[in-house]
Structure formats: C-alpha cells, structure tokens
C-alpha cells in the first residue's frame, strides 16, 4: 500500500523565517517518484519538484530545498527567508513506477503555510 | 500557449440534477485526471484515463461518470446519486511517468 503523510496541518511564520514542511511515505515499491505541490489561494496547483527514488542528492532552486532521505523515507521541502507569496498549501505526493502500473498519484493531505508580513 | 481548461469557473446545481465539467487540454498528454477536493482536505481521485475510449475508477467514483472520447477532452459528470457534490473539483494530465499538471478548477454548490 502507498501512503503520504504530511503530520503538520497548518503552520505559521512571520517573513524572512525559513520553514521546513515535512513529508514521510510508504511503499514496498523499490523505484518511484516523489513530487511537491504548491496550491495558492487561487486553487490551482502548481508543480514545483519531481525526485526520482535513485537519486537522494538535494536540490536547492532559488529559496526553496528539498531534502531527500531514503532510509527515513523522507522528502522535505524547506523554504529559506519565506515571503508572504509563499503562503499556500503545500502537497507532497508519491508514484511507484511500477512497470504497466498506473500513473496515479498518492497525494497527503497537504500542510497550510501563512506567512504574516 | 498550452494548457489545461476548466469550465466553468463556477457551477450551481440544484439537488437532484446532473452536472457536466469540462476539461481541455492541449499539451497532447495521453492521460488524464479527475480530482475532487473538500475545504481543508488533500485531493482525492474520482476518475482517471490513461487512453482515449479508456478510464478507470478512482478512489470515490461513486455518484459520477465521465468518458474520453478525445485524447484532449476529459469531461466529468456528476450526477444526482452523488449526496454531497459541493466541492472544487481539479482537472489534470501528464504523459507516462511524469508530473501531473493541473486546471484552474471548477467550484460546484449544490442549492
């Protein structure tokens, strides 16, 4: 079974904070892709990041990194010197490459960044 | 320039009739997407279509419907046997293993 949890709800910080929202899932499946996802208040998603299971190196793009880490099954998203723009919600999700499987999503339930002026 | 869709940005329906969502794309992706997403809550998938003339239920099917008669056409209807169809509903597509983009959304009340 695959599953994504994102264990923080909501989370508030005040501009030029760094914040990091986590991200931990489950599979039994060997290779797979993680992705973020940023939803404004607008509604539609928005891709940021695909990390693929073989490659654990980090990747920084502007402020935002992610941290990758297999053996805790982790893919954190930190955000350095947040801004008011930032504020979102945030979706992690995960794809088992599974030859001839399917190409959904497994998606958490995504963390609400506020970022306050 | 290329793009996925929605239409219409906002949509009554009175209990008991059926609804069609449209959803175009044009980024010549071979599967597509439905997803329903209630205030608060992650996203969860009604429908998907990796083919034309082919789709597969999602995780809440129930009380929906949809066909791909298109490669750039993935309508969604929801019908009067859904009991709680109030919620945004996103559209999205990819090709094989890749990211999903997604539509700006159709946001469906029930009056």
């Known amino acids: 079974a695959q599953k994504v949890t994102q264990a923080q709800t909501e989370i508030s910080v005040v501009e030029k904070e760094d914040v990091t929202l986590d991200c931990v899932y489950e599979t039994r499946d060997t290779t797979y892709y993680l992705f973020w996802y940023k939803q404004p208040p607008s509604g539609e998603l928005v891709f940021l990041i695909r990390?693929?299971?073989?490659?654990?190196q980090n990747e920084i793009s502007g402020r935002y990194s992610w941290n990758f880490q297999k053996s805790t099954s982790s893919f954190n998203f930190t955000i350095t010197a947040s801004q008011v723009v930032d504020s979102a919600v945030y979706f992690c999700a995960l794809k088992p490459l599974t030859q001839g499987g399917s190409e959904k999503l497994v998606f958490g339930k995504g963390t609400k960044l506020t970022v306050n002026p | 320039d290329g793009g996925i869709t929605q239409s219409p940005k906002y949509l009554f329906r009175k209990e008991g009739q059926n609804v069609t969502l449209s959803c175009e794309q044009n980024l010549n992706h071979d599967a597509m997407y439905w997803y329903r997403q209630d205030p608060g809550q992650g996203l969860r998938l009604i429908y998907y279509?990796?083919?034309?003339?082919?789709?597969q239920k999602g995780d809440i099917a129930e009380g929906y419907s949809v066909s791909r008669e298109k490669k750039e056409s993935f309508p969604l209807t929801v019908t009067s046997a859904q009991k709680n169809p109030t919620a945004f509903y996103l559209c999205?597509?990819?090709?094989?293993?890749?990211?999903?983009?997604f539509g700006p959304g159709t946001r469906l009340t029930v009056l």
């Open positions: 990390r693929n299971s073989f490659d654990e």
């Open positions: 279509s990796q083919i034309v003339n082919d789709f």
């Open positions: 999205a597509s990819s090709t094989y293993n890749n990211e999903q983009f």
